[in-house]
């Protein structure tokens, strides 16, 4: 089995940056799982909640006014160009400002101890575990943990742009390395599942400056959110890993489900994913 690695750059002046040519590291595999089922309609709805996600940071950080608040203007526009429902967006605000969801976690243990912290939005934390032990408990070989496991993971700001430039190009983690050290990443990797994405890993606190600044500069964001990241990554056999994209499957049914974090290495496709 292949370890976790990356290919780390030599020491550069302002900061030292790691970069990767794939992603060889066990965090959030929910969006790419949940595009593998579904074909069209689940890529848009893929689509449509990760915008939704990021409707809900700008607002935190900017409110409720169109006018007022770029980036939940440029959020708008970019529902329009991209053919989504325009009626989603505007009932999410309503939501969000009259009734915003909690945001709940749960923690479980899989097999050969590995760990899934599941977040989750609604209004009953009770009722949604009753929704998740539900749809898991045919699948078997996991359980909820007693204590956290919080402390396993460490929080790092995700944000993701297209590799496809405006004029047909692909960009390659060279291309932006001193872009990123400019904005305080502490990594840039190419994503391994299709080629067409970069990752910039920083601080929580710095992503909205992050994604702002990519923005500015003609990057196409496609994801920027904090995600879960393991502290120590394990391995599981192959019969572990087909339980574990089951697990993955079966949490599909639960609406209220938004991320799912774990702490296996996927470097070698023996996670769920083939991932948000």
């Known amino acids: 089995m292949l370890s976790l690695g990356r290919l780390v750059a030599a020491p550069l002046s302002r900061r030292q940056l790691s970069?990767?040519?794939?992603?060889?590291?066990?965090h959030s595999k929910w969006q790419n799982i949940k595009a593998t089922k579904g074909k069209n309609d689940l890529l848009k709805s893929q689509k449509t909640n990760l915008l939704?996600?990021?409707?809900?940071t700008a607002v935190s950080t900017g409110g409720y006014d169109l006018k007022l608040n770029r980036k939940l203007a440029d959020l708008q526009?970019?529902?329009?160009?991209?053919?989504?429902?325009?009626?989603?967006?505007?009932?999410?605000?309503?939501?969000?400002?009259n009734k915003p969801d909690l945001t709940f976690h749960y923690d479980l243990i899989g097999p050969s101890g590995s760990f899934f912290i599941i977040e989750a939005e609604g209004e009953n934390k009770s009722k949604i575990q009753s929704q998740i032990a539900k749809s898991i408990k045919k699948i078997g070989g996991f359980r909820f943990a007693a204590d956290?496991?919080?402390n396993r993971f460490e929080a790092k700001g995700i944000v993701h742009i297209s590799a496809k430039t405006a004029d047909g190009k692909t960009l390659k983690v060279e291309d932006v390395e001193e872009l990123a050290i400019e904005?305080?990443?502490?990594?840039?990797?190419?994503?391994?599942?299709?080629?067409?994405?970069l990752e910039f890993t920083t601080e929580p606190n710095n992503v909205s400056k992050l994604e702002s600044e990519l923005a500015a500069k003609g990057y196409t964001i496609e994801l920027?959110?904090?995600?879960?990241?393991?502290?120590?990554?394990?391995?599981v056999s192959e019969a572990e890993s087909t339980l574990v994209e089951k697990f993955y499957e079966a949490l599909q049914d639960v609406e209220e489900v938004k991320q799912i974090f774990d702490n296996i290495d996927s470097s070698e496709g023996t996670a769920a994913a083939a991932t948000a």
């Open 19 to 26: 970069l990767s040519a794939e992603l060889l590291k066990g």
């Open 52 to 56: 939704l996600r990021r409707v809900k």
């Open 77 to 97: 526009l970019e529902f329009k160009s991209l053919g989504l429902s325009l009626d989603t967006f505007n009932n999410y605000l309503v939501k969000l400002k």
């Open 148 to 150: 956290s496991l919080q």
């Open 183 to 197: 904005l305080d990443c502490e990594e840039v990797t190419a994503l391994n599942d299709d080629g067409e994405k």
């Open 224 to 235: 920027a959110e904090t995600q879960l990241i393991p502290l120590h990554a394990i391995t």
